[in-house]
């Protein structure tokens, strides 16, 4: 089935460093999108790409999207203590569903 | 702005005891809704997704239900709950027009079932 996921498993940085994830999908997308959960809590949405679209931007946030590679990378510059969760990705599935990846968990080192 | 409350936030169930988890959405009209269970360390399974009163999809054949009997309110039932059913539970809403909406989600439920 359709469904992202995320590489690495689990990131730890020291504050200020950049950190990149990235996501694989198997079929056709018409967009795909990252979420992050702290600890406990929901899901944030965070961005969405189009598939028509190579590069967006959100504050710290940038995300590609390849669909010749069907893979998407999540970069967090100068990331922050208060960055540390789980990152997902998440592609549509069908209809209205949205299948969701294994996670990349990132700890942020102060 | 919309808001989405899900409760109970934490709860422990014996196995074979019912079970109701309610989701509301306040903000906004006709939205598609979603339950999701998570187990430790993983990703989201959808487990049913509602388009409108009434209308349930079910994704996960199991021993669970879901009811939407109002426009934003979405519930989540068992007769006889397993162990299995532990973990923690989703609820979302996205706007109700579209492929791949942002879902927005409530703070979820832990379920502990012993």
């Known amino acids: 089935s359709q469904q992202g996921e995320e590489d690495p498993q689990a990131l730890s940085i020291q504050e200020g460093e950049n950190a990149t994830m990235n996501c694989s999908y198997k079929t056709s997308i018409n967009n795909l999108q990252w979420y992050r959960q702290n600890s406990g809590r929901g899901l944030v949405h965070l961005i969405l790409i189009r598939s028509n679209e190579r590069e967006k931007h959100s504050g710290r946030l940038r995300v590609t999207l390849d669909t010749s590679k069907k893979s998407s990378s999540l970069l967090i510059t100068a990331s922050r203590a208060a960055d540390t969760a789980s990152y997902f990705c998440a592609t549509d599935g069908g209809g209205f569903k949205t299948i969701f990846g294994a996670g990349t968990r990132l700890f942020v080192k102060a | 702005s919309q808001t989405i409350h899900q409760w109970p936030a934490t709860l422990v169930q014996p196995v074979g005891s019912p079970l109701s988890l309610e989701c509301t959405v306040e903000g906004t009209s006709n939205p598609n809704l979603y339950w999701y269970r998570q187990a430790a360390g993983r990703g989201l399974q959808l487990l049913f997704y509602?388009?409108?009163?009434?209308?349930i999809s079910s994704e996960v054949p199991q021993n669970l239900s879901a009811s939407r009997p109002q426009d934003r309110q979405f519930i989540l039932s068992s007769k006889k709950l397993l162990l299995s059913d532990s973990g923690f539970y989703l609820c979302?809403?996205?706007?109700?027009?579209?492929?791949?909406?942002?879902?927005?989600f409530g703070d979820g439920t832990r379920l502990s079932i012993l």
């Open positions: 979302a809403w996205s706007v109700e027009s579209g492929v791949g909406q942002p879902q927005h």
């Open positions: 509602s388009v409108g009163i009434g209308q």
